[in-house]
């Protein structure tokens, strides 16, 4: 089982929709949450992170945190055309040398269409 | 300011030949990263430098994969004796020490293809 679940899609939506994009995780110490976007032949980019259980809103854009469950969320409102990217989940974690790394989602591939 | 940048953007070669991929990180970054990433497979670590050492080399691939750090800044990616698998995009990072959440820069990466 990889520390990071995510579907790759491809997730297809109209303009105007919600997007939800999800991530599961297994390795409780995971302390910080991050989504990456990626567009078509360029390197991800910071989206939003988060530290705590719980929402976090910038703009069209919420990030959720459940450690509960080991669940993380994307939301985005009111989707458009430029959204379309791919949507990396990442988060902190430690390796056997105990160094602090991200460990990744596959990524999840959006398309809104006008 | 200025961000990650990697040359060349774009790499063909033959199989057998030995390619060197470049990254110059943000300044004042002493983190900087390598990955791999291949349509289907996601981000696929291979490196981590602090400063000039490497602490993590676990992703590395093969034996015929190697990096070295200069001067806490430039960052070379050696591949040799390329096979036609390493065909993929190489994406360089780099972060901030005080950087609790490792928000990590991203370069536009080199796109290697192996013929």
């Known amino acids: 089982q990889k520390e990071v679940e995510q579907d790759p899609g491809p997730l297809s939506v109209p303009e105007g929709a919600i997007v939800s994009l999800n991530c599961t995780y297994s390795?409780?110490?995971?302390?910080?949450f991050m989504w990456y976007r990626q567009y078509s032949r360029k390197g991800p980019e910071l989206l939003m992170y988060?530290?705590s259980s719980g929402n976090k809103e910038d703009g069209r854009f919420t990030a959720q945190v459940d450690k509960s469950s080991k669940y993380i969320s994307l939301f985005i409102r009111d989707s458009q055309p430029s959204d379309s990217a791919t949507y990396l989940c990442?988060?902190?974690?430690?390796?056997?040398?105990?160094?602090?790394?991200?460990?990744w989602g596959l990524g999840t591939s959006l398309a809104v269409n006008p | 300011g200025a961000g990650v940048s990697q040359s060349p953007s774009n790499k063909v070669t033959e199989k057998g030949k030995d390619v060197e991929l470049r990254c110059d990180p943000i300044?004042?970054?002493?983190?900087l990263y390598w990955y791999r990433q291949s349509l289907g497979q996601g981000l696929e670590f291979l490196i981590y430098?602090?400063?000039?050492?490497?602490?993590?080399k676990s992703g590395l691939p093969s034996d015929r994969f190697s990096a070295e750090r200069t001067g806490g800044s430039v960052s070379t990616l050696t591949i040799q004796r390329t096979q036609q698998e390493d065909s993929a995009v190489y994406l360089c990072?780099?972060?901030?020490?005080?950087?609790?959440?490792?928000?990590?820069?991203f370069g536009p990466g080199t796109r290697l293809l192996v013929l």
């Open positions: 430098f602090q400063g000039n050492s490497a602490p993590d």
């Open positions: 990442a988060m902190t974690g430690f390796n056997a040398g105990n160094n602090r790394k991200l460990i």
């Open positions: 390795n409780s110490a995971f302390q910080y």
């Open positions: 990072a780099s972060s901030s020490p005080t950087s609790w959440q490792e928000t990590q820069y």
């Open positions: 988060t530290y």
């Open positions: 300044s004042g970054h002493t983190a």
